[in-house]
């Protein structure tokens, strides 16, 4: 009986440093680029990581976007986060979602609309502010990063009366630590000298079947100047294990549908995630399919820590788990 004690005590101890291993050995990271004229990023980037690429973009042809979408509405999560105080004087959005300019009195606005800006600020988590999209309906044409300081952000546009309610803002790149909330504050939205507070009621939407990330990213890559490359969305619906290997299986799918003929590829990704994005995109496309990938080269990606509140610890065996998963799914044997 002592001896199975010891024997399960050392069983134990081997599995519980087996995390600690893979994180101090780097096992996740892999990168490993391939002689390729596509580029796959995927969606769920943060806007650092896409701003600081370790290529150049128009090295490709075409850039594919892919990334998950929910198509059941996120109910907002104020009641989750006890320490936020109710604010009366602006709108906060205490995670992603959205603003829309429904609550603006169209009888005050007869003429084009020249000019967009926005007031607000932000609180910030591990250095990073709150960074937010203004488009006309899923046409974006304007972004930037809000400051801890009431501050006013103005783009000119275009807008005749009508197209107002089709103006959105979007605020994507929420965190939570322990100790940090990004939050985006929107003390005032203003059309050229029309201004107004919207409702919380009627204006802060969390779908994220309006606009997935996918998209987004999509379309703050298109902003970005000197793009050259034909920049494609390939979404598929949220899975609640393997998002990565259910958006690679989406990218094969769609290059059998359009018939379009490849063999290889490079994703771009972090670096704790990898090894999993290189197995699951190996797996689902055909056995004669290259696949690349390259690395974010931020810091702040190449640890576990990024994950927010879940500690790195249990992050590690959820990757670990996850990669194991995606192993052992039988290799697509579709073409492409």
């Known amino acids: 009986m002592k001896r199975l004690k010891f024997l399960l005590i050392v069983f134990v101890s081997v599995v519980s440093l087996i995390p600690v291993f893979l994180y101090k050995t780097g096992f996740f990271i892999v990168n490993e680029p391939v002689k390729s004229n596509i580029l796959i990023v995927e969606g769920w980037m943060s806007s650092h990581a896409i701003d600081h690429p370790p290529f150049d973009y128009n090295d490709f042809d075409t850039i594919f976007v892919v990334g998950v979408k929910r198509s059941e509405n996120w109910d907002v999560v104020e009641e989750k986060r ?14 992603n979602g959205y603003v829309f300019l429904k609550g603006y009195d169209k009888k005050k606005i007869k003429s084009t609309v020249s000019r967009v800006s926005i007031v607000a600020k932000s609180s910030s988590a591990e250095g990073e502010f709150a960074h937010f999209f203004v488009s006309l309906k899923d046409s974006m044409f304007a972004h930037t990063f809000v400051t801890g ?3 006013t952000f103005s783009f000119p546009v275009k807008l005749s009366p009508d197209q107002i309610p089709y103006l959105n803002l979007y605020f994507n790149n929420d965190r939570l630590t322990k100790t940090e909330d990004i939050n985006l504050e929107v003390y005032k939205i203003m059309l050229d000298t029309f201004s107004f507070l919207p409702s919380r009621n009627e204006c802060f939407y969390l779908n994220k079947d309006l606009i997935s990330s996918a998209m987004m990213n999509a379309h703050y890559l298109s902003s970005k100047a000197g793009i050259k490359p034909k920049i494609i969305v390939v979404d598929t619906l949220f899975r609640k294990r393997n998002n990565t290997l259910a958006s690679a299986k989406a990218f094969n799918l769609y290059l059998r549908k359009n018939n379009i003929k490849l063999n290889s590829v490079n994703i771009y990704t972090y670096p704790t995630h990898s090894r999993r994005t290189k197995l699951a995109y190996e797996k689902a496309l055909p056995e004669n399919f290259a696949v690349g990938t390259y690395i974010s080269p931020f810091k702040k990606n190449k640890s576990f820590h990024s ?6 610890y249990l992050a590690v065996w959820d990757e670990f788990i996850s990669w194991i998963g995606t192993a052992f799914i039988i290799r697509s044997s579709g073409q492409n």
């Open 307 to 312: 994950a927010g509140e879940t500690h790195w």
């Open 149 to 151: 300081q009431i501050d």
């Open 82 to 95: 006890q320490h936020e105080k109710k604010q009366k004087d602006n709108l906060r959005l205490i995670t």
